[in-house]
């Protein structure tokens, strides 16, 4: 899914700057839209909830070292 990269790549530069959503109108995408590749990406587990940024959701760092 083409916007599901486009909003991926867009959550990495965000940097938390935006809320979910706001950032999803960015980039043309609408709110349910926004909300269906949140899911998509929690469930594959590349992104995750986190309750305490602007943002809401955080990029999952797959690099362990």
């Known amino acids: 899914m083409e916007n599901k990269d486009r909003y991926f790549k ?3 530069e965000n940097k938390n ?7 999803g109108e960015n980039i043309q995408l609408d709110e349910g ?12 587990h590349r992104i995750r909830y986190d309750e305490n ?9 797959k690099k362990r070292r």
């Open 10 to 12: 867009a959550l990495v």
């Open 17 to 23: 700057q935006l809320n979910a959503i706001d950032l």
């Open 53 to 61: 940024s602007i943002c809401k959701y955080s990029v999952v760092n």
């Open 33 to 44: 839209e926004t909300r269906e590749i949140i899911t998509q990406l929690l469930s594959e």
